[in-house]
């Protein structure tokens, strides 16, 4: 059996505005609204990435998120600071030995980390 991932979907309360701010940060487009219940994300052309979808659902399974998204940044700083001008907020920022990442939740409060090699982190935080 071979399987990849085609997509990954999201729970929301108000599915259109949410991918809508999605598509604006990965440089991907809206291509079907199914009437607001469904609304699928398609990455930039060019890019193997999987399409995200957000479903809407009455009542979201509450706490933190289950599946989260990591994205990988070639100035994770700069591009942290976009994505909180933007409706992010800063849930929290670790480290590993090599690598730094910052926690977020979009504007919906669905965490996403954003994160990238840096050689002056050596310890796990």
Known sequence: MTLSIGMVTVDST???????WWARRLGGRVVDQSDGWF??????????????????????????????????SSDREADVAVLLHDGATLVG???SPG???SVLA?????QFC????DDSATTLS
Do not use: C, I, M
């Not at 979009?106 to 669905?110: A, E, W």
């Open 106 to 110: 979009d504007p919906q409060g669905n």
């Open 114 to 117: 954003v994160g990238a090699p």
């Open 99 to 101: 690598y730094r990442w």
């Open 39 to 72: 609304v699928e994300v398609v990455p930039p052309e060019g890019s193997t990435g999987p399409a995200l979808a957000f479903q809407r659902v009455e009542d979201p399974t509450p706490g933190k998120n289950r599946l989260h998204l990591d994205l990988g």
């Open 14 to 20: 108000d599915p259109l505005p949410l991918a809508q």
């Open 93 to 95: 920022e670790h480290t």
